[in-house]
């Protein structure tokens, strides 16, 4: 099919295949040409041809179709976690966890983050625990 014969509706797709893409369709299309015409005069070959171009007629059309599928299920899992995110900001806006569970230290990130494992908040071997234990000897 030259591009010339090529409908409205499809210089749009046409329109955004890189280079690469238009010369293996090029190729692809020169193939199909010569074999359309060395086996012009068998109807057998021609028959398995014609019904190889369907083929790749309609895995384009369904192609096309899956892949106006994914573009609105993008969209549909996109508008799902923004009202996840929207329900997750409200509740909490309204939650008043932060106040109650509030009282304790506070710490900055850098102090409790995950990777850092070397500044712990709890002291072990304490001036007070040393005085305990010398206290309570038995022999």
């Known amino acids: 099919k030259k591009l010339s014969e090529v409908r409205p509706s499809e210089n749009d797709k046409i329109d955004k295949l890189t ?16 074999m359309l015409s060395k086996y012009s005069d ?39 976690i923004n009202k996840v995110k929207d329900m997750h900001a409200h509740i909490d806006d309204k939650s008043d966890f932060k106040k109650k569970y509030c009282d304790g230290p506070d710490y900055n990130e850098y102090e409790t983050s995950g990777i850092n494992l070397t ?21």
């Not at 369907?54 to 969209?75: C, K, P, Q, R």
């Open 42 to 80: 068998k109807k057998e070959m021609l028959s398995i041809l014609k019904h190889f171009t369907s083929i790749i007629a309609e895995t384009t059309d369904s192609m096309g179709n899956l892949d106006d599928e994914v573009s609105e299920l993008i969209l549909s899992a996109e508008d799902s």
């Open 19 to 34: 280079l690469d893409e238009l010369q293996d369709l090029d190729k692809i299309a020169g193939i199909a040409n010569f």
């Open 119 to 139: 500044n712990f908040a709890t002291e072990i071997n304490t001036v007070e625990y040393q005085q305990n234990s010398s206290g309570h000897i038995t022999r």
